[in-house]
Nanobody, 127 residues
């Protein structure tokens, strides 16, 4: 059974940093892609960032590029999201997800491209 478990969320002041971790188990993820999504109160879940398991190509939502850094450790089946210069717009539940590589446009931004999801971790940025 595949499991993804996020950790590292919490309360942080604006301008601060957090590092989210995602631990995956239950299968091999060779050729997959890791993604981070978030859902703010009253809003739909949105793409934040993604990284290819093989090669490490990264993708970012425009509003987080330059502030967030996604990485992965293939040996440990771990994905990370380093978040710097946090602001109130970053307050959300953050979800880790993974799925097989897709194709066509920005497929990695679509929730439908990911078949395994974590339970989410809350990130709250205070003013």
């Amino acid at each position: 059974q595949v499991q993804l478990v996020e950790s590292g969320g919490g309360l942080v002041q604006a301008g601060g940093s957090l590092r989210l971790s995602c631990a995956a188990s239950g299968r091999t993820f060779t050729g997959y892609i890791w993604g981070w999504f978030r859902q703010a109160p009253g809003k739909e879940r949105e793409f934040v960032s993604a990284i290819r398991w093989s090669g490490g190509t990264t993708y970012y939502k425009d509003s987080v590029r330059g502030r967030f850094t996604i990485s992965r450790d293939n040996d440990k089946n771990m994905a990370y999201l380093q978040m710097n210069s946090l602001n109130s717009d970053d307050t959300a539940v953050y979800y880790c997800a993974t799925g097989p590589m897709g194709f066509g446009g920005r497929w990695y931004e679509s929730e439908a491209s990911y078949i395994y999801w974590g339970q989410g971790t809350q990130v709250t940025v205070s003013l």
